[in-house]
């Protein structure tokens, strides 16, 4: 059933709304667990559709299977969705810079108000993002260490590659996950792929975690695919790598490829010189789990992120 959870008056005699599917059992018997699934906070981050259309269509085929609610939410800020932007293009406001958000404030903060609304009582939150469209991103579930105990264990039903436990210091308050995890609804954000595109096998590797997570939380009993055993990480152990130059990334390695220390990983080219103005070395040996997809670098960019001390064979 499609419901709409806010709707607010816009320019021109137009309306936003933001919307979700609420698909609950043939049979129920008041007691079932809830599951939300979100994406689209970000308008360039689109991986997400394409999972919102899978487990859809799954279920749709499968009706018999499904004993809990599941609500899925596919399109958290649709202006940005269908101007290609980031954030919310009128006011130029990363989206997820402003939960919980509150009823009073402006049309943003309202929004953002009744997302959270709407998601308190689930029992579990899934909220899919995409890279930006200069780095590429292995699926992955990240996670503040304040939350890490009750998350890990969850993270590793939905068949991501690694876990990335951060610091809590840097992890912003303001995000929709933190505050679903401080409001009670244990919430994992999962990255992956690249922004403005979809990347199929990561979207397919996703559901066929979140069937396998539903089924552990007694929302699914269809068959569900083997998951992978997913590497949990600490902040201490991931390398950056960061342009010292201006210029062209030409990478020399693909993403979750194993390196050494000092490794060649690619250069930053100078196609008016000719020059190579910075030869890229990991600074560890590990995998390369983030790799820089847009070849345009200036001083400072992030080209790449080794999970050090892990080799994938």
């Known amino acids: 059933m499609i419901e709409t ?38 308008g360039d981050e689109l991986e997400g559709q394409f999972v919102c259309y899978e487990v859809n269509r799954i279920i749709r085929e499968n009706m018999e299977c499904l004993k809990g609610i599941v609500d899925i939410y596919p399109a958290m ?25 509150t009823a009073e404030g402006n049309f943003t903060e309202y929004i953002a108000s009744r997302i959270i609304d709407d998601i308190i009582g689930s029992d579990m939150c899934v909220d899919i993002h995409a890279s930006n469209i200069y780095l590429r991103e292995m699926p992955q579930v990240r ?9 890990v264990p969850y993270a590793k039903m939905i068949n991501v590659d690694f876990v990335w436990v951060h610091a809590s210091a840097t992890v912003l308050e303001s995000t929709l996950a933190h505050s679903l995890n401080m409001m009670g609804v244990p919430t994992l954000v999962v990255e992956m792929g690249v922004g403005m595109r979809i990347t199929k096998e990561y979207c397919y590797q996703l559901v066929d975690g979140i069937f396998n997570l539903m089924h552990e939380m007694e929302i699914w009993d269809g068959s569900v695919n083997p998951v992978r055993e997913p590497i949990v990480s600490q902040d201490g152990e991931v390398g950056y790598v960061n342009a ?10 693909s993403i979750w490829q194993s ?9 930053i080219l100078n196609p008016l010189t000719g020059l190579v103005e910075h030869r890229l070395v990991s600074p560890m040996a590990g995998t390369v789990f983030t790799l ?10 992030l080209i790449s992120r080794v999970l050090g001390g892990v080799a994938i064979c």
């Open 5 to 42: 959870i806010a709707s607010v008056d816009l320019p021109v005699d137009e309306r936003l709304m933001i919307q979700k599917n609420r698909i609950e059992p043939i049979k129920k018997t008041g007691k079932e667990k809830r599951i939300s699934l979100v994406t689209g906070t970000h």
């Open 77 to 101: 800020n649709p202006l940005g969705i269908d101007s290609i932007t980031r954030g919310i293009p009128m006011v130029d406001l990363d989206m997820n810079r402003i939960f919980p958000g």
């Open 143 to 151: 996670i503040s260490d304040d939350t890490a105990d009750k998350l």
């Open 244 to 253: 010292d130059a201006s210029g062209i990334f030409v990478p020399r390695v």
């Open 259 to 267: 390196v050494e220390k000092g490794e060649h990983i690619g250069d």
């Open 292 to 301: 820089r997809e847009y070849p345009i670098v200036y001083h400072g960019s």
